[in-house]
Every structure is written in structure tokens, then in C-alpha cells.
């Protein structure tokens, strides 16, 4: 299935958006559309290659994800060993590290994520509230092209209602919903970060570049989303 670049914007670079089965593909797409992409929705692998980007979406538990994922393993890995732009959002982000404890659970085989950014997922401490849900800071700590433009200590003044795709934020708020977060096993990994009663990483990417991740929803982010979506369309369009 595919979907038109949108009439707004001229098309800069196609970006396929992976169907497995799990997702807001069509909030994902609009928000793409919005960021000058032309955009197709699909689970077929030539079009991952053909493609000048690939976004993994995601929402939901990392097992279930993974093991819908699976069919696909070996064509995202060979996205990502191309040099090929991944992107995962969420839960598709977690899927691009290594294992996670949601899906390590008694009498059942762990689960294996794509190792792409090696670590793990862990749950947010005990006590404290979940899922992590709302509008919340992203403190950029180093250099990487999907955050230029993404000012670290940012206004933060910040609207309840704000998405890429109608309203919108001010300063360098982000949209979370996640009751679990990524813990890469190089620091270096680590492009931004976020306080919830603890630091976490919320934008992770790996040694060459290539392949990233939000812990966010770029898509419902207001402008700090609608930059990192352009941001990731011209790295695509660079490629």
C-alpha cells in the first residue's frame, strides 16, 4: 500500500514505513508527508531497498512486536549494513536494541530485538508512575543530524494539545507514551535525554550513524517533532 507525498511540500526523499502489524502508520505517514517525503506503507523488502529511508513504527510490547517483526529481521538488518537511514519510533526504537525485560517474562523464551544498537530495555522503577505519558523536555547531548536545530534548554513553555499534525509545542517538548526505556551499552549512543523522577535516553542512535531512534512520537510532537521528522528526511534525501 502507498500513500501520495503531500500537495505541500515538494517530495525530497521516499520513505518506506514498515507494516508489521503494529502502529499508527497513517499518523507516521502524515507527519512524514508534512516533512517532504513521499511516503509508501508496506512489508515488502524490495521496497526497503529501493527506498531512500526506512521507518520502523511501533506501539505496543516488545515481544509482540518482535515476533511480528520477525519475517522481516534479516531485510531491516541488511537496511541497516547498507547505510540505508532506519528510524524507530517507540516501540520500534526499543526493537532496535537488544533484548528488553518486557519480554523476558517466566516460562516464556526471551526475545531477541535486532542488536542494532546493542543494550536493553528496562522497566521504570517500582513506585513509580506508568506509563509515562505527555509532553516532557529533551536535553540533546551531543551532535547527530536528526536533532539539528533541537536546542537543548529550550523555552519550556508548552501546550496540552500539540501534534505535527494540527497544533503545536513550544521548546523542546516531545510527546511520550512508554512504560519502559532503552539503556544502550555505550554511552556514546546516547544523542538526547529526559528526566522522569530518573534520566533516560529518549533519542538513541548507533556508532555510524545511520540507525536511530525516539523513545517519543515524533508524529504528535508539535515542532520540536515536525524538525526531527524534516531532519530525518534530509538525511534520507542526503543519502
Known sequence: MS??????????????????????????????ERAGADVEITDDPD????????????????????????????????????????FGICLGMQMLLTTSEEGDNEGESAVQGLDLIPGTNVRFAEGQKVPHMGWNELDVRRDHPL?????????ETHRE???????????????????????????????????????????????????????FHPEKSGETGLQILRNFVEICADE
Open 47 to 86: 521496497a526497503f531497498a529501493a527506498a531512500d529511508g526506512v521507518v520502523l513504527p511501533g506501539v505496543g510490547a516488545f515481544r509482540e512486536g518482535v515476533e511480528n517483526a520477525d519475517p522481516l529481521r534479516e531485510d531491516l538488518l541488511e537496511v541497516a549494513e547498507s547505510g540505508t537511514p532506519l
Open 147 to 155: 536533532v539539528e536545530g533541537i536546542d537543548s534548554g529550550a523555552s
Open 161 to 215: 494539545n500539540g501534534s505535527v499534525e494540527g497544533g503545536s509545542v513550544d521548546g523542546n517538548y516531545a510527546y511520550f507514551v512508554h512504560s519502559y526505556y532503552a539503556m544502550p551499552d555505550d554511552e556514546n549512543a546516547v544523542v538526547a535525554t529526559t528526566d522522569y523522577e530518573r534520566e533516560f535516553p529518549s533519542i538513541v542512535a548507533n556508532e555510524a550513524g545511520n540507525v536511530f531512534g525516539t523513545q
Open 3 to 32: 500513500t501520495a507525498s503531500s500537495p505541500q511540500e515538494q517530495s525530497l526523499a521516499s520513505v518506506v514505513v514498515v507494516d508489521y502489524g503494529l502502529g499508527n502508520l497513517r499518523s507516521v505517514t502524515r507527519g512524514l
